[in-house]
């Protein structure tokens, strides 16, 4: 059985195209095609139900497809681990960050990285941070960049690089503006706009209304931070944001015994050799945590 089978299958059974397959693996669309009817014929069934534009996997595909994966983690491995035997850091770095970690906190790391690294090629994608724990675990992330899971996972090890503060806003005019003194109760008579409460944000905040027997009314989710700050700030609803989001759009609301920090960091999975580029970056995400500790009043 050929490596490059098994890579095409893997790339076809996650992108649900040959097509898209073939443009991930940087072939063409006859060569994954070729591939694909080369490890079914040795396999002796077929792995995709086709149907319209779609494929599916079969029985037989989803019993293969952890088990590619494994073979090719594997393989992967054993490759990184011979080139961390020199020192240059060069290949391709896959990994995973969040929305908002993305663009308010890993671009200047990413640029750094890349001024040091220029044979470094980074392949980067956007996911919500459960999705992006559920990938690396699944083997197909060196490292992720996303808010921090509120219990530890065995086979995966978790580092704070931002500890993210996040207050209670509303728009300037919103009834809750106006009230002096707030407490919980207070903001359980109002409709709020916050991520999905299965996110680890939105955990943190109903665990907060639930410790008090509250009901918490969510009136719109989204996990899109900054569509919550547009939908607060034009007064459909009380939110809690990062500190660093909020500005004259948003009334912080201060609200006693009210107190929210989750931490973003890097994640990376225990049992995984990184490659020296992932290394690289880990080790400059770790350095900007220690920078930041040593500085002040920094956040």
Known sequence: MEIQWLKAFLATAEQGSVSEAAEQLHLTQPAVSKRLAALEQQLDTPLFDRIGRRLRLTDAGRALLPRARHILNEVSDAERELRALGSHVSGSLRIATSHHVGLHHLPPVLKTFSARYPDVALDIDFLDSEQAYEALAAGEYELAVVTLALKDYPNLEARVIWPDPCVVVAAPDHPLAQMPVLDIADLARYPA?????????????????????????????????????????????????????VDDSLAELPVAKLHILRNLGVINHRARTLSNAASALQQLLLATADQQRAVPGSR
């Open 193 to 245: 706009i916050l991520p999905d409460l299965n996110t680890y944000t939105g955990r943190l905040i109903k665990r907060e209304f639930d410790a008090r027997g509250l009901k918490l009314t969510a009136k719109l989710a989204t996990n899109y931070l900054e569509t919550i700050k547009m939908m607060a700030g034009v007064g459909l609803g009380w939110s809690v944001l990062p500190r660093t989001l």
